[in-house]
């Protein structure tokens, strides 16, 4: 399997560490030019303290790297804390840029732990390398080279199970081989925390355009029953699919503006329906996606 970043088997042994009034500034100060440090102000005797700094360790340990984490036991480091004005423990400051940058202070959820380790962890503009491996996978997917990106996302869900660029990517490779059933399974069994995502909810709606596509009739057929009939709005539905299974987005967006013009509410709104499919299933700068969207909200705010 591809390695991106650092496991915590081998992250470095300085991730999280002792500090003294003696060190701060190098352990927290300086250090913080290079990756954003948190401070955990602490005593034995302090009960929420002992909640709090696991869950701090466990958050900075996932971040591999991205954030460190320095714990000030006060009794022993009373300068340090007075400097900083340290009224209460457990105390929570954030340095990056040799500057303080946020805090909290008391016992917080684990949710807002981890929030706060990963706005931190964002700071310091490196994720270990997934950025570059998942702009790499796309490239890859884009040339054509189907196998090599899946490859490639999942590897970045071994590193991070929880990265829904990654995972969209995967789902979008299987589709891209034909393996539909294979995108949709693995898109359900995403993690909650990025369940729905708008990469897997994109994912999710080219998989339903998909299941359309192979069901769509013949091209030549449909066009000369839409054309030979206007008014028939079955027809100009299924021409419309059959354009996009074809590759002719626009057309086909043309053609169900069109239909939800004549009757915005034929079968349940499904002209509507149908171009929310094709506009998630597209990047959002797309300029056919601006543009529909553009269209479909004027008639129907008209």
């Known amino acids: ?37 948190i401070v955990d102000f602490w005593a034995p005797w302090c009960g929420p303290c002992k909640t709090l700094g696991p869950q701090l360790e466990a958050a900075v340990t996932a971040a591999k790297g991205r954030v460190k984490m320095v714990k000030v036991n006060v009794d022993e480091n009373q300068q340090i804390a007075a400097q900083l004005r340290v009224q209460s423990i457990p105390t929570v400051y954030a340095f990056h840029n040799g500057q303080p940058v946020d805090g909290f202070q008391g ?90 995502a708008p990469e897997l909810e994109a994912a999710r709606a080219q998989i339903a355009l998909a299941r359309q596509a192979a069901d769509a009739g013949p091209l030549a057929e449909l066009k000369a029953a839409m054309e030979a009939n206007p008014d028939d709005l079955q027809a100009r539905f299924d021409y419309a699919q059959a354009l996009h299974a074809d590759g002719d987005i626009e057309a086909a967006v043309d053609q169900l ?46």
């Open 1 to 37: 399997m591809l390695e991106f970043g650092t496991s915590p088997a081998d992250a470095p042994a300085d991730v999280i560490k002792d500090t003294t009034d003696a060190t701060f500034m190098a352990d927290v100060v300086d250090a913080s030019s290079q990756t954003p440090v």
């Open 107 to 196: 016992a917080v959820p684990e949710s807002q732990i981890k929030d706060f380790v990963s706005k931190l962890a964002d700071l310091s503009g490196d994720d270990g390398g997934l950025g570059e491996a998942i702009e790499a996978a796309e490239e890859m997917l884009a040339q054509g080279e189907v196998a090599d990106a899946a490859q490639t996302f999942a590897a970045i869900l071994g590193e991070e199970p929880e990265n829904a660029a990654a995972m969209g990517g995967l789902a979008r490779a299987h589709l891209a081989l034909g393996q539909i059933d294979q995108a949709e399974a693995l898109l359900s069994t995403a993690p909650d925390a990025v369940f729905n």
């Open 257 to 302: 503006l069109d239909l939800f013009q004549r009757d915005r509410e034929w079968n349940d709104s499904a002209a509507k329906t149908q171009l929310f499919t094709i506009f998630d299933a597209l990047k959002p700068q797309d300029p056919i996606a601006l543009n529909g969207r553009r269209r479909l909200s004027s008639m129907i705010f008209a």
